[in-house]
């Protein structure tokens, strides 16, 4: 029998929870990674700068959540006082209760989780999650200036 890879099955129960988040999304007319963003906002506000690397978003697709945000009226944007340049993101009155929403979803399937694990499921989950992360952020197949050889020939 064929042994699951670490990130196969990251891969395909994150494919299951993002599916799900969506449905549930959807129920509200929106997505995932609109209630994402909405709690990923401070309540303060939050510059779009830091938004992005908060979110792993690249700059362009992290803007076009900000315009459908706004169209939206969940957000809106002030200058940064500190730096004039800058855009702070603060969420609306309906963007605050639409952050309720969301966060509601995300307590609910976690108390679900809850439900079906004992501590110590829940704890070495936790554990072998951050042992993994740990891994990922360090992990280097390819050293820098190493020359690559394969034995399969290349038509």
């Known amino acids: 029998m064929k042994k699951e890879t670490y990130d196969y099955a990251l891969k395909s129960t994150w494919q299951l929870v993002s599916n799900m988040y969506n449905r549930e999304a959807l129920k509200f007319e929106s997505t995932m990674v609109i209630g994402f ?19 792993g978003m690249e700059s362009t697709s992290l803007s076009r959540l900000i315009n459908t945000m706004e169209e939206r009226k969940l957000i809106k944007r002030n ?29 609910g399937f976690n108390k679900e989780i809850d439900k079906k694990l004992n501590n110590k499921e829940i704890k070495n989950f936790h554990k072998v999650i951050n042992r993994i992360s740990e891994v990922a ?17 290349i038509k």
């Not at 506000?45 to 908060?54: A, Q």
């Not at 500190?82 to 309906?94: E, H, N, P, S």
């Not at 690559?148 to 020939?153: L, S, V």
Request: charged share 35%; no cysteine.
């Open 37 to 55: 963003a909405l709690l990923s906002i401070e309540q303060k506000g939050s510059s779009v700068t830091d938004l992005g690397p908060k979110m």
């Open 79 to 107: 200058k940064n006082p500190k730096d004039g340049r800058g855009v702070i993101i603060k969420l609306t009155k309906f963007g605050k209760l639409k952050r309720e929403d969301s966060k509601n979803v995300v307590v």
């Open 137 to 153: 952020k360090k992990y280097e197949f390819f050293k820098k200036g190493a020359v690559i050889m394969t034995t399969k020939k």
